[in-house]
Structures are given as structure tokens and as C-alpha cells.
């Protein structure tokens, strides 16, 4: 790991879980859009959607963990940045279907229209796009289906801006999944 503060420390950590630290290349770099969503808090107020808190919370043991460090309970109780909840919500997904976190993390991106923004072309007025994303997922503004959201469905059967994420990703898992869908 780069030398620097613990919070530069576990944001490196934190991308190395979606993402190579070592490449660079703008082109394919989620840098600055990663670093967008480690500052901004992960708001909810849909019942156990504060699971989807605690799990991404949890990514800082983990990472205390893996790097020997001792964290203090002030760190510790911060609230939960819309990274932290993307990856632990990537490996929920990963652990459901089998696969990649990465992947799942990226399916994220591309559901919220964020996937082209790569350090390439990373700017202010993107920036200030992805802002209103981020308030869009926080305050559940998106359609009723999901879309605008990470999980449109086709053929929702309940409002999706009253749904937890839990079971917005079963749900999203139910109608993408061929092996699932056939049920």
C-alpha cells in the first residue's frame, strides 16, 4: 500500500476491491467517480436497508484485518459511503449468482448510467452529474420499476422506491438470471 492517511489507505483498499490500483490508464479508470462515491454517505430510510450500512461498515474490519491496523471507534462509527455499500452489495450479489464482484460492481455502474465515466473524462460537470445520481439513489427519486436506480425490472411487482435493496436484487437476479427466470 501508498504511503499516506488511513483514510487514503482504505480508499485505495477499497478500490482495489472493484478495480486495479496498479493500471492507470484513464481510459478504464474509475478513480475520481470512486472517490465521489467514498465521500458521499449512503443515506436510507427503507426498513433493513441498514443492513446494506452495517455490511459496508463491516468492509473496515476487513480491511483493519488485512493490514495489521487498529482502528479507533471514531473512524470506526462513521457513517457508511456509497462505495462502502456498492461493494458490499456487489459481493452479496456475487455470493447469490456466483460471480465476480467486479462484475457485479460494474453491472452498478452501468444500471446508473456511470459506467463511461472514467477518469478520461471525469469532470466538474460529471461530477455534478453523478451527484444528482447519488441523491436520486439516496432520496429512492428513481421510476417505480427501478430504473434510474441499480435494479430496473421489467415486470416489477411492487413499487421499487418502497423496496429494500435486499430484495431488489432478488428481484433483479430473478429476471436477469435465464437459470432463475425459468421458475
Known sequence: MSEGT?????????????????????????????????????VYFVPNDDNRALDGIALREE?????????????QSLDCSMLEM???????????????PVGWFGIFLKNLDLYEFTDQVYNERIAQEVEQTLRRINDRTYDEDGRGGL???????????????????????LENDPMLSSL
Not at 490500483?21 to 449512503?42: E, I, M
Open 151 to 173: 435494479f430496473p425490472l421489467r415486470n416489477p411487482k411492487n413499487n421499487q422506491r418502497k423496496v429494500e435493496l435486499w430484495y431488489q436484487l432478488a428481484a433483479y437476479l
Open 86 to 100: 456498492l461493494i458490499a452489495l456487489a459481493r452479496r450479489g456475487s455470493f447469490q449468482d456466483g460471480a465476480d
Open 6 to 42: 488511513l483514510d487514503d489507505l482504505y480508499f485505495e483498499w477499497l478500490y482495489g476491491q472493484v478495480a486495479s490500483v496498479r493500471n492507470r490508464n484513464p481510459r478504464r479508470g474509475y478513480w475520481n467517480l470512486c472517490r465521489q462515491l467514498y465521500t458521499t454517505p449512503f
Open 63 to 75: 480491511f483493519a484485518e488485512d493490514n495489521a491496523i487498529d482502528l479507533s471507534r471514531e473512524w
